[in-house]
């Protein structure tokens, strides 16, 4: 027995990483795989619809009837309301396994348990494996996470491009190299057609990859190539499919519009909403796809410029409804709601409790020897002030804070760390004075 028990303990030494790397995918997979299988047949309403609407009639190949009377066929889909990203995604999914409402959510919770994995590889990079470690079990356990791969909505697969494109920028960054500058923004590309708004990370991953770099010539090499790729993702199921389809240039889709416009209307306490219009009244114009997106954007245009000193009010909401507010809401409520109706609203009881210890913490960890690998803990505060930065020029809800909850999360368990590694050692202090 005790052979046995010294020969595991020899195979841990050697295969550490690898063991605990397999036992966070684990403790992370199961209880995300246990509820996708349990709502495996519950349809959502809301964002989750029309991903899989667009998802479908990109599988089947069908088309749409564009603002010119055409019928129109993309080979890049045709759809132009929402990133095409995570819809392709899906449209892959069901052309490789066939459709059902729920075919989609045990891959979601793969790739889910994926992510928690690289949260412990970047923990362990940039902080210690103690660090690593502690940051993926907060994630493996965070029920707006466990719960997210249930739903048809883009957060499990742009949270895994973004931390994969993290630790990889982590990995190459002082010696980036043209074929490796180039699969970043490959995958930069693809991330910011998943979620548009991520493309406010592009300068600042620039910024930092001077930063590493330190040599001019290379940095402005390595930046073309990185860039060019992020363009040759991102532009045509985008920016040319929306114009050949429209006929107007749509700097990500035609979903855009709405979300800054829903990002001030929404808000309480506002002295003309009147010049907004509210929805109901802007769907009935009739106004083709295009034209509606900007509408919306025309009509916030005109209402801040005629009250400009509410815009410290509005970017203030924002940010409380991004950073602050206790709960996160996933799709709609259902009427009369059925004891398997309960997820249609994901509201998590521990959420304030969780949130904001992680939130301090975090903050806190952030401030916990601030110039150590100061590098590293760069590339993950650019995560956060990209997309503090989105706040500027769209709406704040709280499920918009979930890429940045993992840097938190990292930063917190640094700060649990260090300040039980200082405990220990004022204890070990204490007791060697004793004696």
């Not at 749409?64 to 819809?87: A, R, S, V």
């Not at 114009?243 to 979300?259: E, L, R």
């Not at 410290?312 to 004891?339: A, C, H, W």
Request: some cysteine; hydrophobic content about 50%.
């Amino acid at each position: 027995m005790i052979r046995w028990v010294q020969r595991a303990a020899d195979i841990y030494k050697k295969h550490d990483g690898l063991i605990l790397s397999i036992l966070i995918f684990l403790i992370a997979l199961l209880p995300r795989l246990a509820f996708a299988i349990y709502n495996y047949n519950v349809a959502y309403p809301g964002d989750d619809d029309w991903y899989r609407k667009f998802a479908v009639e990109m599988q089947q190949g069908r088309g749409m009837i564009t603002d010119w009377g055409m019928y129109q066929n993309h080979p890049l889909g045709p759809f132009t309301y929402g990133p095409p990203g995570y819809i392709y995604f899906l449209a892959a999914i069901y052309t490789l396994f066939g459709y059902s409402v729920g075919i989609a959510k045990p891959f979601q919770s793969v790739l889910d348990a994926v992510t928690c994995l690289l949260i412990f590889l970047i923990g362990d990079r940039v902080f210690g494996r103690s660090t690593g470690l502690i940051a993926a079990l907060l994630f493996a356990i965070y029920s707006p996470f466990i719960q997210m791969p249930s739903h048809l909505q883009s957060e499990p697969l742009f949270l895994f491009l973004l931390y994969a494109l993290t630790l990889l920028a982590l990995r190459w960054g002082r010696n980036l190299n043209l074929a490796q500058a180039f699969s970043l923004g490959m995958l930069f590309g693809y991330l910011a057609i998943t979620r548009g708004v991520l493309l406010l990370l592009l300068p600042l991953l620039l910024l930092w990859l001077a930063f590493s770099q330190r040599q001019l010539k290379k940095w402005i090499i390595n930046s073309f190539w990185l860039t060019l790729a992020v363009a040759l993702v991102y532009l045509p199921p985008t920016v040319v499919k929306s114009y050949q389809i429209h006929g107007v240039f749509v700097a990500t889709d035609t979903h855009g519009g709405y979300g800054v416009w829903a990002g001030v209307v929404s808000l309480p306490g506002l002295r003309d909403t009147a010049v907004l219009q509210t929805k109901g009244e802007i769907r009935n114009l009739g106004l083709s796809e295009a034209s509606e997106d900007r509408l919306f954007y025309t009509l916030t245009e005109f209402y801040l410029r005629r009250h400009p000193q509410e815009l410290p009010q509005i970017l203030l909401e924002r940010f409380n409804n991004m950073f602050l507010d206790y709960s996160t809401y996933l799709g709609d409520p259902v009427k009369n709601p059925g004891p398997r109706d309960e997820p249609f609203i994901l509201r998590t009881r521990q959420d304030p409790y969780f949130w904001y210890t992680i939130l301090i913490l975090g903050l806190l960890g952030m401030a916990t020897h601030p110039t150590a690998n100061l590098r590293e803990r760069a590339l993950l505060y650019a995560i956060v002030l990209s997309q503090a930065a989105s706040l500027i020029i769209s709406q704040g809800v709280p499920r918009y804070r979930l890429p940045i909850v993992p840097v938190f999360m990292l930063t917190a368990s640094y700060f649990l760390v260090t300040a039980w590694s200082q405990m220990r050692n004022i204890h070990h202090l204490e007791v060697a004075h004793r004696t």
